[in-house]
């Protein structure tokens, strides 16, 4: 995993934290765990969908160091509060920002595979937009370290299988352990495809050296959106119900082809047949970009990523003004190849594949649109591709101190 200077310094405050906060870093591991981001087949996830993902370089990143006793000391770089707790008592209240990491460990500690406690720093460059990418980094970053520092026997398949469930008993059918597998497999300078259905995964080429990400946040914050994905789950589900009363060994939304779909349009109310028309055609989507990115066919891949957005809009009715209009009028602009909203965030926001050359004079005019059509500031960030996660060794620890 390359770290540009920022990086660097983010892993610079985390050891300068530690060491004033705990001591010294030396017996601590270090752990980064990219953000990973959807770009085609999101909400086909629990349809045993196929899905086309990335990890970007904005991180979460864990220096932790065992203990002798079962007391946890966690603190967030930057700050100084410090939340602790027993390894014995996980229950109780709990800062939202630790909730997913206690989980992890009521995991480890029902298996029996941790019985000390440990100090801790926690420091994240992860936009809050990225919603479940984020989520991923966070409990994925957290466990791998855990996994060094108690040299836990434990597979990298478990590993992924315990921030399942972590996450499953938190958020319900909305996670995507599509995310889980790119951050926990993602390749430098790649896109990862995840097939959910056999869990079969592998990275996928890209010119990397002339696309740059750019995301821009809104600020908006989307009113209880794990409700609004909750229903589009719950209508997928009575889609599956209907159509299997129409033909046997129908599985999953995955197993409907269109040309049957439209045999049967006049049995299915409008709601449904939109939500199965999307999850049809996003599958045709990603199988075509799959095609499209063998050939290197940037462009023919960017107008999928697109054409997702406004499926969308249209079939899937996530809907937002803002999205909307980033997405409109990023089409227009030269040097963007694709433009779609970021699906499960809680905030209003989009991702736009750049050429890396156009990225200033992209990020300069979507800004004035943007402000000059909703008077607000928008928030643009610029992201690389990386790696998935990857523990920082002790040598570069010790350059970091230099």
Request: aromatic letters at 10%; proline letters at 2%.
């Amino acid at each position: 995993m390359e770290t540009g200077n920022g990086t660097h310094q983010q892993i610079l405050q985390v050891i300068q934290h530690f060491d004033n906060v705990f001591g010294d870093p030396s017996a601590a591991v270090l752990n980064i765990s990219p953000a990973s981001l959807m770009l085609l087949g999101d909400h086909t996830h629990y349809n045993e969908g196929i899905l086309i993902s990335a990890c970007i370089d904005k991180y979460w990143i864990f220096l932790i160091r065992k203990r002798k006793d079962d007391e946890i000391y966690i603190t967030s770089a930057g700050t100084n509060e410090i939340e602790n707790f027993s390894l014995k008592n996980l229950d109780g209240d709990n800062k939202d920002s630790f909730k997913l990491l206690k989980g992890i460990l009521k995991h480890l500690r029902e298996f029996g595979l941790i019985k000390s406690g440990f100090d801790c720093v926690v420091s994240s460059t992860v936009p809050e937009c990225l919603g479940l990418g984020s989520y991923a980094a966070h409990q994925i970053g957290f466990l791998n370290a855990l996994k060094k520092i108690y040299n836990l026997s434990i597979d990298e398949e478990r590993l992924l299988n315990i921030v399942r469930k972590n996450e499953f008993g938190e958020i319900g059918k909305i996670s995507n352990v599509a995310h889980h597998y790119t951050v926990q497999y993602g390749k430098e300078k790649k896109l990862f495809f995840t097939d959910l259905r056999t869990y079969a995964h592998k990275s996928l080429p890209l010119r990397d050296d002339k696309y740059s990400i750019v995301i821009c946040d809104t600020s908006e914050k989307i009113v209880d959106p794990q409700k609004i994905c909750n229903e589009r789950i719950e209508e997928c589900e009575i889609g599956v119900k209907g159509l299997r009363l129409y033909i046997w060994g129908i599985k999953s939304l995955r197993d409907v082809e269109m040309e049957f779909l439209h045999k049967h349009l006049h049995m299915l109310p409008r709601r449904i047949f939109s939500r199965i028309l999307y999850n049809v055609k996003e599958k045709k989507r990603t199988e075509e970009a799959l095609r499209g990115l063998k050939r290197k066919t940037m462009d023919e891949f960017g107008k999928l990523v697109t054409q997702s957005h406004w499926s969308l809009v249209e079939d899937y009715d996530l809907s937002f003004e803002e999205n909307n209009f980033l997405v409109k009028e990023s089409s227009k602009i030269n040097g963007v190849i694709s433009s779609k909203t970021i699906s499960c965030s809680p905030i209003r926001s989009t991702f736009h594949l750049v050429q890396s050359d156009k990225v200033e004079e992209y990020t300069n005019t979507i800004k004035k649109l943007y402000e000059n059509k909703f008077h607000s500031q928008l928030k643009t960030y610029v992201v690389k591709l990386t790696g998935g996660v990857k523990k920082i060794s002790h040598k570069e620890i010790e350059f970091s101190l230099q």
